[in-house]
Structure formats: C-alpha cells, structure tokens
C-alpha cells in the first residue's frame, strides 16, 4: 500500500499507520478530494491514513477488534494552514459534476 497523500504526511505501512483508499461514491470522494487538498491529482492511487480522521468516524466496539473507518467516514484533520474543510452535510452543494457550487 502506498504512503498517505496528504500534504505534510508520509505515514503508511511501513511505520504501521493504516491508510485508505478515497472512496469510489462521486460526492464523497470530491470532499475527501477537496479536504487533503489535492484539487489537481487524480484520487485512483490516491490514499489518506489514519490521523486524518476525527476518532468518532471510526466504528467503535467492534467484535474483532478492529479499527475501521465508517462507510460514511469524512477526513478533516490536515496540517494545512487557514483551510475550510467540508462535512459530509455539504454533499447537498455539490453539483452532478462533481463540483461546488
């Protein structure tokens, strides 16, 4: 699996920090986009790890133990200075394009 995609980070595998693959879903995937701000790349190989998500958008009490992201899961934490970062509420003002209105 490849390092995190997010600027300022390089977590991966390699120092045992999980990472996952943008989403397919359009909507979401244009926020998790917008949000690492990676506006110009296209998220096909693109990763985010674990630090870039608030701990109430992991499932919690799992039976095995597992930390894994919520289907609906948002990344919002990013060392990027005086950014506004979009919640999955913000779905409704993206256009079919994929695009913010």
Do not use: Y
């Amino acid at each position: 699996m490849p390092n995190c995609s997010a600027i300022n980070c390089s977590n991966g595998a390699h120092n045992g920090v999980r990472v996952h693959r943008f989403p397919r879903e359009r909507n979401r995937r244009a926020i998790w986009i917008q949000n690492s701000r990676r506006d110009k790349w296209s998220p096909a190989k693109m990763v985010l790890c674990d630090i870039h998500f608030e701990e109430n958008q992991f499932e919690t009490k799992r039976l095995d133990g597992k930390r894994l992201l919520k289907w609906n899961a948002v990344p919002t934490l990013f060392d990027v200075p005086n950014r506004k970062f979009l919640h999955l509420d913000d779905l409704m003002q993206c256009n079919e394009n994929g695009l913010w209105n």
